[in-house]
Nanobody, 115 residues
Framework: QVQLVESGGGLVQPGGSLRLSCSAS????????MGWYRQAPGKQRELVAQ???????NYADSVKGRFTISRDNAANTVYLEMNSLKFEDTAVYYC?????????WGPGTQVTVSA
């Protein structure tokens, strides 16, 4: 089993920045992909950014150049640095971890971009 806990969400003005953290614990040796997804009200959950064990990184087109995913293997933590935030970035952000058998999710953290 893998447990994921997100933190760092909150209310920010357009153009502002936030950094999300995802602390992972449990059976992490099998995990080969970690990432961030988000779900806005009335919309499907979508991939925001993903990092694989070899270090390959993928971003949604909507966040390229503004968001940066990184990880600290020693601390079992994945980060999402979000800059130049827009109204449309408002959503619940979920941390995700995957191995060959299943996908794990954190409970989510709310990010609200509002003036």
């Amino acid at each position: 089993q893998v447990q994921l806990v997100e933190s760092g969400g909150g209310l920010v003005q357009p153009g502002g920045s936030l950094r999300l953290s995802c602390s992972a614990s449990g059976s992490l040796s099998s995990i080969n992909v970690m990432g961030w997804y988000r779900q806005a009200p009335g919309k499907q959950r979508e991939l925001v950014a993903q990092i694989t064990s070899p270090g390959r990184i993928n971003y949604a087109d909507s966040v390229k150049g503004r968001f940066t995913i990184s990880r600290d293997n020693a601390a079992n933590t994945v980060y999402l640095e979000m800059n130049s935030l827009k109204f449309e970035d408002t959503a619940v952000y979920y941390c995700n971890a995957m191995n060959a058998l299943r996908s794990y999710w954190g409970p989510g953290t709310q990010v609200t971009v509002s003036a």
